[in-house]
C-alpha cells in the first residue's frame, strides 16, 4: 500500500513508530505535514500540492493532526476523502470529537455513562448551575485545556463559584462536572482499532492529585478491563464513527463513565505501558479496511 501519514513532525514517538510499523510490512509510506499541503477545491478532480508540486496518489492516509491545527487539518483529509482515499479516522468524526460538549452529548444520547455534566454561557446562574449537577464538590474544565492544565477540583461551593467566575472573566468556554471520588485519582485509557480494545492501561495521579495525566506526575500501569467497560470503550468510539480512539473511563459507583473520546490517541505511553505492537495493530487494521473508495462520507462533511 502507498500511504500518507499527516503529522507536523516526524520525529514525533507516533509518528516514527508508524513509519517504522509500515515499512516492516512492506509499505510505502510518507510523512506529509498538512500546513505544507494546498489544494484546488473546484472542478472535477479534486487535487492536493505539497511543497510545489502536486502530491503523487496515495492508498490511504493516517491523520495525527494535533488539537492546534483541526480546523486546516480536517480540511487536508476531507481533500483526501474527496479524492477517495481511505482515512484511518475520518475527519467528520475528528472535527466531532474535538468539540467536548458535542462529543458529550452524542455519547448521552446513546446512553453512555458519564460523569453529570453542566455547560452554560450567561454568568448569571453560577448557584443553579452547580445544582445542576449535584452541588460540590464538582470539577470544572476549560473545553479547550488539554494535559490537565484548566482541569480544577472545586471542594466547595464558594471555591466552585470562584473559579466559575474567573472562567468567566476570561470569556472562556468551559464545563462543570461530578467529581468522581470513588475513581480515585485514577482513569483508564482504553485503546480502541476498529471494533476491539487493542491495548489498555491505568494512569494513576501522583500523590495529593487528582488529575492522574501522565504531564502532571501521574504514572502509568497494565490493568485488566471489565467487560462492561470493554464494551462502553468500543461504543463510544463508534459513536465517535472513529476507527481508531482513545476512549478515558473513570471507574464510578454506577459505572464506567467516558470522560472523553481522543481521535489521534499517543502510542507511547501504551506501547510502553503494555509492552504491545500497538503500530503494528493499526498498519494491519488499514490492510484490512484500506481499500480507495471506502470512505463512509467521501468528504461530504
Ligand atoms: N469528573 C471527574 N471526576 C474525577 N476526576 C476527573 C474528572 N474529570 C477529570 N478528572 C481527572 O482529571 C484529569 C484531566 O481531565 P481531562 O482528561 O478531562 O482533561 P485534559 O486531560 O486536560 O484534557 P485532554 O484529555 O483533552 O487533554 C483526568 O485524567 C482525570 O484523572
Ligand atoms: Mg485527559
Ligand atoms: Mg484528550
Known amino acids: 500500500m502507498k500511504i500518507a501519514v499527516l503529522s507536523r513532525n516526524p520525529r514525533l514517538y507516533s509518528t516514527r513508530r508508524l513509519v ?3 515499512r516492516e510490512r512492506g509499505h510505502e509510506i510518507r510523512v506529509i505535514d498538512p500546513l505544507r499541503c494546498y489544494m484546488s477545491i473546484a472542478g472535477h478532480n479534486p487535487e492536493i500540492h505539497y511543497k510545489g508540486a502536486q502530491l503523487d496518489a496515495v492508498d490511504a492516509v493516517i491523520p495525527r493532526i494535533g488539537a492546534s491545527i483541526t480546523f486546516y487539518g480536517t480540511a487536508v483529509l476531507r481533500q483526501f476523502e474527496m479524492m477517495g482515499v481511505f482515512p484511518l479516522n475520518e475527519s467528520v468524526a475528528i472535527s ?11 455519547l448521552s444520547r446513546r446512553g453512555i455513562g458519564m460523569p453529570v455534566t453542566g455547560f452554560a454561557h450567561s454568568p448569571d446562574d453560577t448557584q443553579d448551575l452547580l445544582r445542576l449537577v ?3 464538590p464538582v470539577v470544572i474544565k476549560l473545553t479547550e485545556g488539554t494535559q490537565g492544565v484548566g482541569v480544577v477540583l472545586a471542594e466547595t461551593r464558594k ?5 466559575i467566575d474567573a472562567f468567566r472573566g476570561l470569556n472562556a468556554h468551559f ?3 461530578e467529581f468522581i471520588k470513588e475513581a480515585g485519582g485514577a482513569d483508564i485509557r482504553c485503546f480502541v482499532i476498529g471494533n476491539k480494545v487493542v491495548a489498555s492501561m491505568k494512569r494513576q495521579a ?4 487528582f488529575r492522574s495525566n501522565l504531564h502532571r506526575g501521574g504514572h502509568a500501569e497494565l490493568i485488566k478491563i471489565t467487560p462492561e467497560e470493554r464494551s462502553t470503550a468500543v461504543r463510544a468510539a463508534r459513536i465517535m464513527g472513529l476507527n481508531v480512539a482513545g476512549v478515558d473511563i473513570l471507574r464510578s ?6 470522560m472523553e473520546v481522543n481521535s489521534s490517541p499517543g502510542l507511547e505511553g501504551i506501547e510502553r505501558a503494555t509492552n504491545k505492537d500497538i503500530a503494528a495493530r493499526i498498519i494491519e487494521f488499514m490492510e484490512k479496511n484500506g481499500k480507495a473508495g471506502k470512505t463512509r462520507t467521501r468528504g461530504k462533511g
Open 134 to 136: 449535584g452541588g460540590h
Open 20 to 22: 517504522e510499523s509500515a
Open 175 to 177: 464545563l462543570v462536572q
Open 159 to 163: 471555591a466552585a463559584e470562584s473559579v
Open 96 to 106: 466531532r470529537s474535538r468539540d467536548k460538549l458535542r462529543s458529550l452529548q452524542l
Open 253 to 258: 459507583n454506577h459505572g464506567p463513565v467516558v
Open 206 to 209: 501522583k500523590e495529593g492529585e
